[in-house]
C-alpha cells in the first residue's frame, strides 16, 4: 500500500477533496534485496546479529538554540502505530528478514509509517503537494541513518535556513535589537535554571523547568513591558514545542539529558516528504493492515497476538505501539508487564503537537524562507500557530504548515476545523496585506488531532517531573525471557522523540532478538543431554564462584573484567546457610574427643550441604550500587527485591544471557594467571615463613637457655622452647611471649605480620588489603565474624592519610576533608565513570604537579565544569603534614591543576 494514501487519522479535512494518488520521485534501487529469503530461523543460520548494535553513529557537541530549530528534538514528531508499522517497526523487520526470520507486521492503520505521515494535498489546476503530518524534520545529518537512507534513496536534503522573521499581534515585525535582547535573556534563564538544578541535587527530580523559568523571571524581570512579555512567551512556546510537554510538567533535572548525543550537521526537509522513508523500508515486508490488537500474551513458549477474533502466534514478538497506547493500557499483557516497567511507563510524559497544514493556489509569503513566527498577548495561547514552515521548496507545490504546541494544542483537539482555518488566515492576512500582498483562500487545509488518535494518543516523548533518562532503559528492556520485546522513540535514552531514534531502536531490538534465538539454540543443544550438561553447567558456575571477583556478605559476584562498561552483565550469587542445632549428646568427654578429627574433616562438607545459593543478573553499576547499602545482608536483600524488583531464580532460571556471560568470564579467566595458583602460592608462602619463623623462635629459646647456663644438646628435640623433661624459668616464659607476639605482629611492620598472612589466605582481602572478606561457616570463625561485622560501622568513621593512593576510593572514602567525595558533590559522583576508582588512578603527577583526571560518562555541561573547577580542582590543597607525609584538604583558596575526560560508554 502507498503510504501516500489517504486514511481515516482522526485529522479534520476542509474542504473535502477527491484523492488522487500521487506517484512518489522514481526509486534508483526499488529493490535493494531482490533476493530476501525470509526462511523459518530454525532452519537458517542467522547471520551477523552484531551488524545492528556495532559501529553505528559519532557524536558531536550540541547546537546552540535557534528559533524554529530547538536545541534539541526540533520537530522530530513521529512513530508508531499498533502494534508495528513504523520506522522502528519497519527498521527491524527489514533487519530480521536478512537474518533469516520469517516476519509478519501487523498494523492497526490503513497505511504504514505511524506517526510520520506524509498526506497527497491537491486542487484544480494540478496544483499538488506533500505535506508531512507528523515527523517532518531529520534533526542533524551527521551520522543521522535516516539522512544515509535518504542519500540511498537518491535524494537531495534541503537545509533548514535560520531566517526567522517574528511578527508582533498588529502584524508588524518584532524589532531586532528587543529580540536579540529578549532571546539572550531567555537563554540565560535557562542556564540560571541548569546551574540551579546542580546545586539541588536529587531534590530537582521533583521540581518543573517551568516553575524554575518562571521563578527567576520574576526575580531578575528580564522582560518588562508587554511587547517583550509577549516575545518572551513566544519562546516558552518554541521550548514547549521542542518537547512536546507543557513546562509546568517537565523535570528540571533531566529535561534536556539527551542534549549531549544530539546530532551534529543541518536539520532538514526530504524532498516530496518523509513517506518516501516509510515506503522505501516496508518494500516486501509482509504487513497485515487494520489489525487492532487488544491482548498479548507471553511465555516461555512463545507469544500470542491477539488482534479481534483472529490470533497470531510466533516465536517472539516486537511491540512497538508508542507510549501513549501504553499509557491507556488499551492492550492487555498477560502475564502483566514487571511492574518496573509499568512505572517506567507511568513516570514519562508524552506531549502533544498539532499540525494546519495549507495548500494556496500560489507562494505568497515568498520563497527567501522556511520559517516565521507569530508572538500572542495570551499566555495559555502562546503555542497555537506560534510558528510556520514553508514547504514550497520540498513539498512540490505551494504548502504552508502552522504549528500548535503546549497547552493550545490540548484546545486544538476541540476547535472545529473551519475555526482554526479562519484564525491562521486572519494571522496571514495582518501580516502581508499591510504590506500589500493579497492571501488567497486555501485549495485545501487539513487539521490534525493526534491526541484523539486511538493509534497514538500524542506525538512525543518528554521526561516529566520525576522520571530520568533511566525510564527509557526500562521501556526498553524485553520481558518473558526474551519473547516479547519493545522498540520505538520512548525507549531509545539517547535519541528520544525523533525519527532516527525510532529507527535504530528497530536495529537494537532486532539484534537483542538474533541474540536470544543463538542462545536459545544452544540451549536445545545442551538439553539433548541433560543430565551430563546441566552437571557440566552448574560445575562450570561453581568453578567461577570459587574466586568470585567481589564479594560482601552472603553476595559474591563475577564478571568479564576485560569488559569495562558499568552497564555489563554480572551474575550475583546470595548464599542461605540454613541454622543448625547444637547437639545435646551426652558423649563422654573421650569420645568426643576421639571423633573431634573425624568432625573437622566432616563440618565443611556439611557446612556446604547446608547452604542454599540462588542467583540473579545485574549490571556491574548495581552491583556496586549494591554493595554500599548499609544494614547487612538482610537490608541487601530487602534493596535488592523490594527496590529494584529482582528474582532471585536457581542456576537454571537464569536463562541463556547468563550462558553467554558465564562463557565469557570463562574465556577471560583462561587467558588470565589462574587466581588459584596464586592462591597456593601465597599459601605456601605463609607456611614456609612459619616455619622459618618457629624455627628462629627455636633457636632464640637454646640461646637464651645457653646464657643461663642450661645448653641443650646440638641433637636433642626442642620444641617451643623447652627441652623434654625441663622446666622454663619465668624468664624464658617472658622472653619466649615476647617472641611469639613478635612473630604474630606486634611489631612497626603490618603489613608482614604472620596473622595478617593467616587472615589473607583463610579469609582473602578487599578494598587493597583493609579488610577481610566476609567470613563464611558456622563453626569455629565466631571472634572473626564478630570483628568483621562491625567493618561498615568503623569504616564510616575512617579518615585516610593518603600515601600513593593505591588503597583508597576516590569517592567513596574520607581522604580530601572530613565527607567523602560522592556525599559531597553527588551530581558530579552521578555522571563518573567508575565510581569505584582509586585515587592513583585519578592522580597525575608531573614535574611535581598533581593533575586530577577524572572520566565522565558523558560530555560535562557547562554549568558541570564550573563544578568541578570551583568545588572540587580548587579546592584540593597539598600540604606537609608533620610526619613529613602529604596531606590533602579543601580550602575555600587551595591550589591545582584539574582536567576532565569524556568516556562515552561503550
Known amino acids: 500500500m502507498n503510504p501516500l494514501d489517504q486514511a481515516a487519522d482522526q485529522f479534520s479535512s476542509f474542504p473535502p477533496l477527491q484523492f488522487i494518488p500521487y506517484p512518489p520521485p522514481p526509486n534508483p534501487n526499488p529493490n535493494p534485496n531482490p533476493n530476501p529469503s525470509p526462511n523459518n530461523a530454525s532452519n537458517t543460520a542467522i547471520q551477523n546479529p552484531n551488524l545492528a548494535s556495532t559501529n553505528l553513529l559519532s557524536f558531536t557537541v550540541p547546537k546552540k538554540r535557534r528559533r524554529g530549530r530547538p536545541q534539541r528534538k526540533a520537530t522530530s514528531f513521529l512513530l508508531p502505530p499498533i502494534p508495528n508499522i513504523t520506522l522502528n517497526g519497519l527498521a527491524a523487520a527489514r533487519q530480521l528478514m536478512r537474518f533469516g526470520f520469517k516476519v509478519t507486521v501487523l498494523e492497526g492503520r490503513k497505511r504504514a509509517g505511524g506517526r510520520v505521515y506524509t498526506k497527497k494535498m491537491e486542487g484544480g489546476n494540478r496544483v499538488c503537494a506533500a505535506a508531512d503530518l507528523g515527523g517532518s524534520v531529520l534533526t542533524g545529518t551527521l551520522g543521522n541513518p535516516l539522512g544515509i537512507v535518504a542519500r540511498q534513496l537518491g535524494s537531495s536534503l534541503h537545509k533548514v535556513r535560520d531566517k526567522c522573521p517574528l511578527y508582533s499581534l498588529d502584524g508588524k515585525p518584532v524589532d531586532p535589537d528587543m529580540d536579540m535582547k529578549v532571546e539572550t535573556a531567555f537563554n540565560r534563564l535557562l542556564d540560571k535554571a541548569s546551574r540551579l538544578r546542580q546545586l539541588m541535587g536529587e531534590v530537582s527530580v521533583d521540581v518543573s523547568l517551568g516553575a524554575a523559568l518562571e521563578?527567576?523571571?520574576?526575580?531578575?524581570?528580564?522582560?518588562?513591558?508587554?511587547?517583550?512579555?509577549n516575545l518572551f512567551n513566544w519562546h516558552l512556546a518554541n521550548l514547549e514545542y521542542a518537547n512536546a510537554g507543557l513546562l509546568s510538567k517537565l523535570s528540571l533535572a533531566f529535561w534536556d539529558q539527551d542534549d549531549p548525543y544530539d546530532m551534529g550537521g543541518d536539520h532538514c526537509f526530504l524532498p516530496g516528504g518523509n513517506g518516501r522513508l516509510v515506503q522505501a523500508l516496508a518494500e516486501n515486508v509482509t504487513i497485515l493492515y487494520e489489525k487492532t490488537i487488544h491482548t498479548i500474551r507471553y511465555g516461555s513458549d512463545g507469544v500470542q497476538v491477539i488482534a479481534g477474533s483472529q490470533v497470531f502466534e510466533g516465536d517472539m514478538a516486537l511491540c512497538t505501539v508508542p507510549l501513549g497506547v501504553l499509557k491507556c493500557g488499551s492492550i492487555k499483557f498477560i502475564p502483566e508487564l514487571p511492574q518496573r516497567k509499568l512505572d517506567g511507563i507511568k513516570r514519562l510524559g508524552f506531549g502533544l503537537l498539532n499540525k494546519v497544514a495549507m495548500l494556496f493556489p500560489h507562494v505568497f509569503w515568498g520563497t527567501d524562507l522556511d520559517t516565521f513566527g507569530h508572538l500572542s498577548d495570551d499566555p495559555s495561547r502562546r503555542g497555537e500557530f506560534f510558528l510556520f514552515y514553508s514547504y514550497a521548496t520540498v513539498a512540490g507545490g505551494p504548502l504552508l504548515i502552522a504549528l500548535v504546541a503546549g497547552e493550545a494544542a490540548h484546545k486544538f483537539e476541540s476547535m472545529p476545523p473551519t475555526d482554526a482555518v479562519t484564525r491562521v488566515l486572519q494571522i496571514l492576512k495582518g501580516v502581508y496585506e499591510p504590506q500589500g500582498i493579497n492571501v488567497p483562500e486555501p485549495i485545501q487545509t487539513v487539521c490534525t488531532r493526534w491526541g484523539g488518535d486511538p493509534f497514538s494518543l500524542g506525538s512525543y516523548s518528554n521526561v516529566a517531573v520525576g522520571a530520568s533518562g533511566d525510564d527509557y532503559d526500562i521501556l526498553a528492556e524485553s520481558v518473558g525471557d526474551g519473547r516479547l520485546f519493545f522498540a520505538g522513540e520512548a525507549t531509545t535514552r539517547r535519541y528520544p522523540a525523533?525519527?532516527?531514534?525510532?529507527?535504530?531502536?528497530?536495529?537494537?531490538?532486532?539484534?537483542?532478538?538474533?541474540?536470544?534465538?543463538?542462545?536459545?539454540?544452544?540451549?536445545?543443544?545442551v538439553d539433548r543431554s541433560p543430565s551430563k550438561n546441566a552437571h557440566s553447567c552448574a560445575s562450570l558456575l561453581a568453578d567461577l564462584f570459587r574466586e568470585p571477583d567481589l564479594e560482601f556478605g552472603s553476595f559474591s559476584v563475577i564478571f568479564d573484567r576485560k569488559n569495562a562498561d558499568p552497564k555489563s552483565t554480572a551474575i550475583l550469587k546470595?548464599?542461605?546457610s540454613e541454622p543448625r542445632k547444637k547437639s545435646h549428646d551426652g558423649s563422654k568427654p573421650d569420645q568426643q574427643h576421639s571423633k573431634k578429627l573425624l568432625f573437622q574433616q566432616l563440618q565443611s562438607h556439611f557446612n556446604h550441604q547446608q547452604q542454599l545459593h540462588v542467583y540473579t543478573l545485574l549490571s556491574r553499576q548495581q552491583v556496586l550500587e549494591l554493595r554500599e547499602v548499609r544494614g547487612g545482608d538482610e537490608m541487601r536483600l530487602n534493596y535488592l527485591c523490594e527496590r529494584w524488583g529482582v528474582k532471585l531464580v536457581g542456576r537454571k532460571g537464569l536463562g541463556p544471557t547468563a550462558d553467554s556471560v558465564i562463557a565469557s568470564i570463562k574465556a577471560e579467566r583462561g587467558n588470565r594467571k589462574p587466581a588459584s595458583t596464586a592462591l597456593a602460592l601465597k599459601s605456601g608462602t605463609s607456611k614456609l615463613k612459619t616455619g622459618i619463623l618457629k624455627r628462629k623462635m627455636v633457636r632464640k629459646a637454646k640461646i637464651v637457655r645457653s646464657s643461663n647456663g642450661s645448653t641443650a644438646p646440638a641433637n636433642s628435640n626442642v620444641v617451643n622452647g623447652k627441652v623434654p623433661g625441663e622446666t622454663r624459668t619465668a624468664e624464658e616464659t617472658r622472653t619466649t611471649d615476647q617472641m611469639l607476639l613478635d612473630?604474630?605482629?606486634?611489631?612497626?611492620?603490618?603489613?608482614?605480620?604472620?596473622?595478617?598472612?593467616?587472615?589473607?589466605?583463610?579469609?582473602?582481602?578487599?578494598?587493597?588489603?583493609?579488610?577481610?572478606?566476609?567470613?563464611?561457616?558456622?563453626?569455629?570463625?565466631?571472634?572473626?565474624?564478630?570483628?568483621?561485622?562491625?567493618?561498615?560501622?568503623?569504616?564510616?568513621?575512617?579518615?585516610?592519610v593518603m600515601g600513593k593512593g593505591t588503597r583508597i576510593r576516590f569517592w567513596h572514602d574520607i581522604w580530601c576533608g572530613d565527607v567523602a567525595l560522592k556525599n559531597d558533590f553527588p551530581s558530579l559522583y552521578r555522571i563518573v565513570f567508575d565510581q569505584g576508582s582509586l585515587v592513583a588512578e585519578n592522580m597525575c603527577n608531573t614535574a611535581n604537579s598533581i593533575h586530577w583526571s577524572v572520566r565522565f560518562t558523558h560530555a560535562v555541561q557547562d554549568w558541570e565544569v564550573g563544578d568541578i573547577t570551583d568545588s572540587i580542582a580548587c579546592y584540593m590543597h597539598r600540604s606537609k603534614g608533620q610526619d613529613g607525609r602529604t596531606d590533602y584538604s579543601r580550602q575555600a583558596q587551595g591550589t591545582g591543576n584539574f582536567r576532565y575526560i569524556h568516556t562515552t560508554r561503550p
Open 743 to 800: 612473630t604474630l605482629g606486634s611489631g612497626q611492620n603490618q603489613e608482614d605480620t604472620l596473622w595478617r598472612n593467616i587472615l589473607d589466605v583463610k579469609y582473602g582481602s578487599i578494598w587493597g588489603g583493609w579488610c577481610s572478606k566476609e567470613v563464611r561457616g558456622a563453626y569455629g570463625v565466631g571472634v572473626r565474624k564478630f570483628i568483621r561485622n562491625g567493618w561498615d560501622d568503623f569504616l564510616g568513621n575512617c579518615k585516610y
Open 215 to 229: 521563578t527567576f523571571r520574576q526575580v531578575y524581570g528580564d522582560a518588562v513591558n508587554d511587547e517583550e512579555m
Open 498 to 525: 525523533s525519527m532516527h531514534g525510532a529507527f535504530l531502536s528497530g536495529l537494537r531490538e532486532a539484534a537483542n532478538m538474533a541474540h536470544y534465538v543463538n542462545a536459545r539454540t544452544l540451549r536445545k543443544k
Open 574 to 576: 546470595v548464599t542461605f
